[in-house]
């Protein structure tokens, strides 16, 4: 973490609010500021609960927060911040946002019951490979011979209110938190100095930064708070070598694998050569 400026208030950390304080009615402001920044349109929250996946995990993981965020336009948010590199992180995201769509369904309801989803992935790790630090995917259905994308039927557009056949279709928000440079160049990315940071600059006026630093400022949290979050820390710390450690042993044993296939390859390839002549 950079050296506290002056201008700059410490609030606590973003993951400690998504689990204690942001799932509070009266601090909905806070997310709404966030997704309303990263969306660039008006968000409001309708109700906050645990995803699927918190939901078959009994243990509180410190590495990862996953919340299920509804909102007043009938779509599902799906928010996730991620400590530690899992190699198939992406594959989860897909899964996510595909889990949401399914557990939403009535049995025996109409296929247009299908909710909109946009899965938000808050990452500290370096997932993949790229130059930027903010990053979304959605599906394009392109003509192979035109080139043209696939638009809605005005029917269509009158039913759903969208425009593309895309639209309809989960969308994915990936920030990734440690490549960005700490020069807020916009509104989004005053809430991504935040996300990295954990800190404020006054000049900040991204929606809900104000309120967060009312609801997250630690001078506002009781000792036992306060308590929780150190231990929380130290939880995070611990999980985040184990899964290192767990990471790098799956990696050797791979690698291992790769030089006995190889090997392997090596015999067969002299046994046929000595066959041959």
């Known amino acids: 973490m950079e050296e506290r400026k002056k201008g700059e208030r410490a609030l606590i950390s973003f993951d400690y609010a998504l689990k204690r304080l942001l799932r509070n009615k009266a601090n909905y402001e806070v997310l709404?500021?966030?997704?309303?920044?990263?969306?660039?349109?008006?968000?409001?929250v309708k109700a906050i609960g645990e995803s699927e996946s918190n939901r078959e995990h009994a243990k509180d993981k410190s590495n990862k927060v996953d919340i299920l965020v509804e909102a007043e336009s009938d779509e599902i948010l799906l928010i996730e911040l991620q400590f530690t590199l899992e190699i198939d992180y992406l594959h989860r995201m897909l899964y996510g946002a595909s889990r949401a769509i399914t557990e939403r369904m009535v049995r025996g309801a109409e296929y247009m019951a299908v909710k909109k989803v946009y899965s938000i992935n808050i990452v500290y790790f370096d997932l993949g490979q790229s130059d930027d630090y903010v990053y979304h995917g959605r599906t394009h259905f392109t003509g192979l011979h035109v080139k043209d994308e696939l638009r809605l039927s005005q029917a269509q557009r009158e039913v759903f209110g969208r425009e593309r056949a895309g639209d309809i279709y989960p969308e994915y928000y990936i920030l990734k938190i440690n490549s960005f440079n700490g020069v807020a160049k916009d509104t989004l990315d005053e809430w991504i100095y935040f996300l990295k940071y954990n800190l404020i600059r006054d000049e900040f006026r991204a929606k809900g930064l104000d309120r967060a630093c009312e609801v997250?400022?630690?001078?506002?949290?009781?000792?036992?708070?306060?308590?929780?979050?150190?231990?929380?820390?130290?939880?995070?710390?611990?999980?985040?070598?184990?899964?290192?450690?767990?990471?790098?042993?799956?990696?050797e044993r791979e690698r291992k694998e790769r030089e006995k296939l190889a090997k392997e390859n090596e015999i067969l390839l002299a046994e046929m050569a000595r066959l041959k002549t």
């Open 32 to 44: 709404e500021g966030f997704l309303s920044e990263l969306l660039m349109r008006d968000i409001t």
């Open 216 to 251: 997250l400022d630690r001078d506002n949290l009781t000792p036992e708070e306060r308590s929780m979050i150190a231990s929380s820390k130290l939880e995070g710390r611990i999980e985040g070598r184990e899964e290192h450690e767990k990471l790098a042993k799956e990696l």
